[in-house]
């Protein structure tokens, strides 16, 4: 647990000591009395240069390259609950870049490439494993669509290949290629997709942000947006009044209702995503497995246990924990695909709101309000693009313009200029 | 689970008997309207967390769309009712202000 408000760290502290195998060395000799508290938990100051609402992934992305990419560091991140707490914390860790639209391929390979350096930028192991993931093609269309895939990602230079069912067996034993419904006719496969530590990814931007000198205040609720005209001026939250020149919204599934107090709508529909995991067992795939025809996705953490995607509400709501019918009907789609893991127990399964936009990509960008900012609408697939969403939100902030989140507008639907992904990938990714 | 009564044929059913149907009550606009108006009608959602209003339909059953009003944060149901009218009846509103004082939904509160 956490402690808010602690004033024994002074705000001007020594900078973090790093981690190294020699810090390791040197606690396991001192009876690990040395290690630190990764972050501060500072009262808010009255005035910051930018705030950014919402202390997950994205929002302490954004404030890092706020700080490292542009020079603000007289940033505050706020948070209502706690670091991570959000869809940071309950997504199935899959990072991947095999989309099929030009600005898509572009921010998410910018983000999973980030993620190859992520554990030497931050000095903080964030446990990125580039294992593999393939999204199996169980029907004529869907092979079709990753050849499709597949030559669009050769000329983004996206490195994923098509591959047979043979070799699909080869990456995975335990996988059954003639499933009872749908028999798998090959996949797309893309070797440095993979894994990370979800927890990891939120504390080391957390600690990197605190290190220079921003403020990250959880438990601290955005009651309102405060205006002079068009413009902003700050925020009203359970702590009181404070003020800003630049504000980021960065709260996936309540981004609707943070609209709202600022005084704009978005183009977003929020429903509970669900996931699971199984008892640990030992090591029986080391891959990712994306089944997008029979709706269902599946990986072995570290600790052995099934991590596995379920599927989405049919229906707005804020509940965080999903509809029972859709576990099994996720489990049913993995059983047949999978057939050994029938006798595991299921040992925890929970929901995360997500924010869904209508061609089921995201949204960075400016608002009619001066100085807000958006970045949402990552929908079931928001973890993976962490690195990449941080860099192009602080840059859109910074500069008042991205190349790899000028195509997100959240006027592109007014437009018609969608980056339509629910074709490529219109299930949970 | 979420449990619907289809005001149509009676039935009470699990949610796996009814398909969602995004927002209700939403006015249509086509060709000759303005961009916002086009914009709003066919992109832009309230999303409220509290009290919504959306439609349903009976698809194992009598298949007939019809609306609900729901609180999005609880779940709970505070009524369903005819899909042949442009904003919710009276006694829908009643049902929800003696659950939800002051709430509101676009215009109507």
């Known amino acids: 647990m956490y402690q808010n408000h602690d004033e024994t760290i002074p705000r001007e502290s020594e900078p973090m000591r790093r981690f190294s195998a020699f810090a390791i060395a040197r606690e396991a000799a001192r009876h690990h009395s040395g290690w630190e508290r990764h972050w501060r938990s500072p009262t808010p100051k009255k005035h910051y240069d930018a705030i950014i609402i919402g202390a997950g992934g994205h929002g302490l992305a954004t404030a890092y390259h706020l700080g490292k990419d542009h020079g603000i560091t007289n940033v505050a991140v706020l948070e209502k609950g706690w670091l991570g707490g959000g869809n940071t914390g309950r997504n199935t860790t899959i990072i991947r870049s095999?989309?099929?639209q030009d600005p898509s391929a572009a921010i998410y390979e910018k983000a999973r490439s980030l993620y190859e350096t992520l554990s030497q930028d931050l000095n903080y192991n964030?446990?990125?494993?580039?294992?593999?993931?393939?999204m199996l093609a169980q029907t004529e269309h869907e092979v079709r669509g990753y050849l499709r895939t597949a030559h669009a990602n050769a000329l983004q230079g996206v490195q994923t290949e098509f591959i047979s069912p043979q070799r699909v067996k080869e990456l995975v034993p335990i996988i059954n290629l003639e499933g009872p419904r749908y028999p798998v006719l090959g996949?797309?496969?893309?070797?440095?997709?993979?894994?990370?530590?979800?927890?990891?990814?939120?504390?080391?931007?957390?600690?990197?942000?605190?290190?220079?000198?921003?403020?990250?205040?959880?438990?601290?609720?955005?009651?309102?947006?405060k205006r002079?005209?068009?413009?902003?001026?700050?925020v009203e939250t359970t702590l009181g009044d404070i003020c800003c020149n630049k504000l980021g919204i960065v709260v996936a599934g309540h981004s609707g209702v943070m609209a709202e107090k600022a005084g704009f709508r978005l183009p977003i529909e929020s429903v509970a995503l669900q996931a699971l995991v199984s008892e640990p067992i030992k090591p029986c795939m080391d891959v990712v497995v994306m089944a997008n025809t029979v709706h269902g996705y599946m990986s072995q953490s570290d600790k052995g246990e099934m991590v596995i995607?379920?599927?989405?509400?049919?229906?707005?709501?804020?509940?965080?924990?999903g509809s029972f019918?859709?576990?099994?009907?996720?489990?049913?789609?993995?059983?047949?695909t999978f057939p050994m893991i029938s006798r595991l127990k299921m040992l925890r399964q929970w929901g995360g709101i997500v924010d869904m936009t209508g061609d089921r990509s995201p949204i960075i960008s400016k608002t009619p309000v001066e100085g807000v900012f958006v970045n949402c609408g990552w929908g079931t697939g928001g973890f993976k693009a962490i690195p990449g969403s941080g860099y192009a939100m602080a840059e859109l902030m910074a500069k008042g313009g991205s190349p790899l989140a000028d195509e997100f507008s959240m006027w592109r639907f007014r437009e018609g200029k969608f980056i339509d992904e629910s074709v490529a990938a219109g299930v949970a990714h | 689970m979420l449990i619907l009564e289809c005001p149509y044929c009676g039935v009470t059913g699990e949610?796996?008997?009814?398909?969602?149907?995004?927002?209700?009550?939403?006015?249509?606009?086509?060709?000759?309207?303005?961009?916002?108006?086009?914009?709003?009608?066919?992109?832009?959602?309230?999303?409220?967390?509290?009290?919504?209003?959306?439609?349903?339909?009976h698809v194992n059953g009598c298949g007939k769309w019809f609306h609900a009003a729901r609180d999005t944060a609880t779940l709970e149901v505070f009524g369903t009712y005819s899909a042949q009218t442009t904003e919710p009846p009276q006694d829908i509103k009643d049902a929800i202000t003696a659950k939800r004082p002051g709430w509101s939904w676009r215009e109507f509160k």
């Open chain 1, 309 to 321: 995607g379920g599927g989405a509400d049919g229906y707005n709501n804020y509940t965080q924990r």
């Open chain 1, 325 to 336: 019918h859709h576990i099994e009907e996720t489990v049913r789609a993995l059983v047949e």
């Open chain 1, 187 to 225: 996949g797309l496969w893309q070797a440095r997709a993979g894994t990370a530590r979800h927890d990891a990814v939120a504390w080391g931007y957390a600690r990197a942000c605190s290190d220079m000198g921003m403020d990250i205040i959880q438990k601290c609720e955005v009651t309102g947006i």
């Open chain 1, 228 to 234: 002079d005209g068009d413009k902003v001026t700050g």
């Open chain 1, 98 to 100: 095999n989309y099929l």
């Open chain 1, 126 to 134: 964030v446990m990125y494993s580039p294992r593999g993931v393939i």
């Open chain 2, 15 to 57: 949610e796996t008997e009814f398909h969602g149907g995004g927002e209700a009550h939403l006015t249509r606009h086509g060709p000759g309207s303005s961009d916002d108006d086009f914009e709003n009608y066919l992109f832009l959602r309230e999303n409220p967390r509290g009290v919504h209003f959306e439609r349903w339909r």
